[in-house]
Every structure is written in C-alpha cells, then in structure tokens.
Nanobody, 123 residues
Framework: QVQLVESGGGLVQPGGSLRLSCAAS????????MGWFRQAPGKDQEFVAV????????YYADSVKGRFTISRDNAKNTVYLQMSSLKPEDTAVYYC????????????????WGQGTQVTVSS
C-alpha cells in the first residue's frame, strides 16, 4: 500500500512557475513508476508526465513538453513536477500516481493516487 500526498499548488500568473511535490509513504517508493495527471473543469483526466523507477527515463505530453520537468528523489520518497511558462490552459487539479507494472501514460496502469492539488493560472 502506498499513500500519496501532493502539495505546492496555488494561484500563479501566466508565464509564472510552480513546483509540485508528491510525497509517498512506505519503503517501496523506488519500485513504482510515477506519473502526473491533471483534470480541468468539465474535461477528462489527462496525462502530463511520467518518470520510471530509477529516474533515468521521462516522458511528457506534447502540451507541456519543454515547459514542465518531472523528477524524483527516491531517498526522500518524493516526485516533483517543475512547471514553468504556465498558461491559463494549465489550470487544473494535478494528481500524482504510482504504478508498479509498466511505464505508462494511461490512468488504468496506476494503482495509487493522491488527492490532488489545484493549480490556477490567471492574471
């Protein structure tokens, strides 16, 4: 069992930056691929970024590529999402997720989810 707690969301102006954190409980954090997803009001949940167990491989949605960076610190049981050049369309609830089977962009490949943190990009 893994519990995930996101933090770092908030209100930011267009062009600004935020860093989201996701802290995991348990001693098996390093055995999970970690993903970030988001859901805007009235829209389906969408993939944002994924990082593999060791942190050696990452993959991004086209909409955030070049602006967002996912990273992890297995010693601290934490995954991060550094977001820069934020746009109003990045406004959403951001969720981190842990998946043990496959390095994936699909929600159904993830076993554990955090409660989400709100990111609002507005002037």
């Amino acid at each position: 069992q893994v519990q995930l707690v996101e933090s770092g969301g908030g209100l930011v102006q267009p062009g600004g930056s935020l860093r989201l954190s996701c802290a995991a409980s348990g001693r098996t954090f390093g055995s999970y691929h970690m993903g970030w997803f988001r859901q805007a009001p009235g829209k389906d949940q969408e993939f944002v970024a994924v990082i593999n167990r060791s942190g050696s491989s990452t993959y991004y949605a086209d909409s955030v590529k070049g602006r967002f960076t996912i990273s992890r610190d297995n010693a601290k049981n934490t995954v991060y999402l550094q977001m820069s050049s934020l746009k109003p369309e990045d406004t959403a609830v951001y969720y981190c997720a842990a998946g043990g089977r496959t390095y994936s962009i699909r929600t159904y490949d993830y076993d554990y989810w955090g409660q989400g943190t709100q990111v609002t990009v507005s002037s």
